[in-house]
């Protein structure tokens, strides 16, 4: 348990997080309609939707599964479950209940790994139908009390989602943000959902008490519009110090509902626990028990794919680097591993081959259009030092937008060439015969000094010397 | 009148038209429905078409379908294409759904022409149809009396001739209890048979669509057509239509049925007596008669005036005047949704949505909502002992024959005892069917109800049948 920089000494902050994730299924969860983002608002809608009168849910079988993928892969049990209604009035409810997983969930009492085998708890992952969406016109607010006008998006309405709970076993902001890369990265692994926090398919609740070390948790604020992973660690740190003021100022904690205004950088209360709906929760009796077959679930868990976890291991055995580095952690999350793998297979130098993709290919995908080959007889030029690390970056944004190609011979039209150790070794001499000043500097430690010593050997090689190369010369030299 | 069969009959073997046959029902309604009242929407122009192109398609070679040129009226909460589904309410006058209900379809496609839309108590919540926002509905037999309910419409229809069949809903008795009174054969078959994709849900884990027909013969025929699994119904029972017009004539020789000892009190002299007949009939066919205890019956009104209104509570929530159907505008939402559904619910739905809400709420949900369930088990497990023992039960379908109206408006319980028998075997998720079985006080029709076990229709068709011959 590491105590929370943020907080005065003796605050411990408490978080646990309500994650819900928007499923990457053709159709809606208990209808036909397309479950698409961004189409003209209203047309992915039917008598389901709309909640005509009449209409009846219909369980779409491939939410159910990818629902699985997400409880198997952060290591819950399945259960049989059923479906209730929760009811409440809202212009973008349009059945004025929404249905949902209440006392039995389909997946329960899992867990996730952060990095540092920090051990987050998971309550529950369980289906549930979102809403649509409502803007509202005029006001100041943007909600709708106040307003002149809202207008109703169903498109939304009726998409699969699993909201994933977490218990309160999250101790610093940092934990969280972690916690919400790690599960975005293992949502994405598995298939389930786009989780894309910008565009709201996957959303976050945050909540957030403080207590002092050694006595009970502190009352818990719920915090909602968190809506990037960055807004997750600023939210957390705002609202663990206004608890801790709060208190420290005499005043007590309200159990309530808060909203993160990111442009403020604050959190304000939406609403009370006093004026908290009474839901109403019982059986949905449109729909029949979900029981998935023991058969059903091994042949989920047979097809689940590695994990983020254990494939950033296997990369960062595979190329030489950290697996809870920035190059494991990029590549794998956008599913480029394999393809690095492939580069590798190739002939490709390790660690260069993770890091140029790490760096170069953030748009390219999975499957990058660059041939495996290629990128592999770059890293191999590099190596060789027949191309400086700059001149290899050139032929890297040329190969990418070419999709491909001989690096040699794109090396060559260009005039890449390698300096044999000789010829740079004689230019290095020159360079501290003409600046006589800085090499004595430099060697009575100054590493100021090294720059333009380095400058005037790149100059008389025309950008064709490697600074690094060069460096190693120069140092060297200096302690020879 | 002619039979739903006899028009089948007639209509594909070429001695009837569809049209002549359509033709002779809008007649009667239009010599007498401005006083019964069973429609809210008569469908002329469309049954004409439909009726001209059963008969194009019949001269034309095509074989006729299982319902070919009956008119049919459907309960005003079944959902119709582009025609007017109101549920007698106001807050969904002028609603035109933009799909057919599953049964729907299927009269379609066997051939049935579809004459209108009947009248009920409002979203099905009643036992006489003067919950009807748009008036009541009359009783043919006696206009001074009412049809029964909340399918009061439905059940007229067909008692006046105005169509050869209609179907009807029934949430707690409420097929059964106005064939009762209108001297129909009405029939709750066991829930998932009929898909309720369509059906303007009241509460969703009791609903089931039944048919109304002149004798029960007709009544097996058009269930036949309108059963069977539908996907677009979760709760759909996946297996095909049970065949039952084949075992009408097999009679009740060695059948069990059972008389329950411990019947609710309250049922009128006339009516028990006409029960007493029903066990001698059956006994003389050749039936055994036994003597089954079914100790919950006794909770099972409480449990029902419940569980029906809790669902109902979530159920009538949608109609909050944002989507469609009547919108009353005011300053803010909450107003908006307080005047839309203040001026749009009669008295009656006002009532159970309350009723509803509070069964459900939090600290007070497990001594309500929670113990009618429990009584929903008990009374479940009851019918399971005794059908053990029998093959069928007999017990009167209604307290009494049809009364008069305004006599049970004022006292809201009067009006809710008028489904004692019937709500039990919505409870169950039970068939149970009304047959007209002689006359009562005043010479008004009295039904007796043959209940059966979860998908024991051809027990249930085979006594009713019997009830029927003697009769």
Redesign the interface.
Known sequence: MSENPVLPNGWQLVVGLEVHVELATKTKLFSASVNRFGDEPNTNID?IT??????????NKHAVELAMRIGLALNCKIRPCAFH?K?Y?Y?DL????QITQYDHPLNVDGFLMLPGEVRIGIERAHLEEDTGKSVHFGGSSGR??GSDYSL?DYNRAGVPLVEIVSRPDIRTSEQARQYVAELRAILLAVGASDAKMEEGSMRCDVNVSVHRFGTPFGTRCEIKNVNSIRSVGRAIDYEARRQVELIEGGGVVRQETRHWDDASGRTETLRTKEDAD?Y???LE????PLVPEQSWIDQVRLALPPLPAARREMLAELCGVDKNGESAIVVVERGQDDYVREVIANGGDPRRSVVYVQQAFAELGPKPRVPAKDLAALTILERDAKVTSTQAKTLLTELIEAGGGDVAAMAAKRGFEALDTGALEAMVDAAIAAEPGAWKKYCDGEEKALGALVGAVMKASKGKADGKAVTALLQAKASA | MKKLVEIVAGVGGGSLTATSVVEEHLDRIRTRDGEIHAFNLVTADQARKDAAKIDADIKAGKKAGPLAGVPIALKDN??TRGVE?T?SSKI?QG?K???D?TVVGKLREAGAVIVGKTNLDEFAMGSSTENSAFGPTKNPLDVSRVPGGSSGGSAAAVSAGFAAASLGSDTGGSIRQPAALCGVVGVKPTYGTVS??????F???LDQIGPFTQDVRDAATLLEVIAGHD?????SIPQPAISLVPVLDHGVKGMRVGRVTDLPEGCEPDVLERLEAAFDALRNAGATIVDVELPSLQYCLTAYYLIAP??A??NL??Y?G???GNRVDAP??NAM?AATRESGFGEEVKRRIMLG?YA???GY?EAY?GKALKVRRLIYDDFARAYTKVDAILTPTSPSVAFKFGSKTDNPLAMYLCDVFTIPTNLAGHPAMSVPFGLGADSMPVGIQVLATTLGEQSMFKVAAELERAS
């Open positions: 008598p709309l909640g005509l009168p009449g209409a009846l849910p219909v369980l209604r009811n009035f212009p349009p059945k004025a209940y709708i009390h109703l009474d109403r929760y019982f009796p449109d729909l029949v | 079944m959902c589904t549920c969904l609603w759904p933009p799909y209900a309720r994709y369509g059906l303007v849900a509460a969703s884990s996907p677009l119904d979760s709760t809790a669902e509570s979530s929530a949608r909050d944002v989507r469609y803010d939402l949704y809400t459900l709420s939090a949900f909502y």
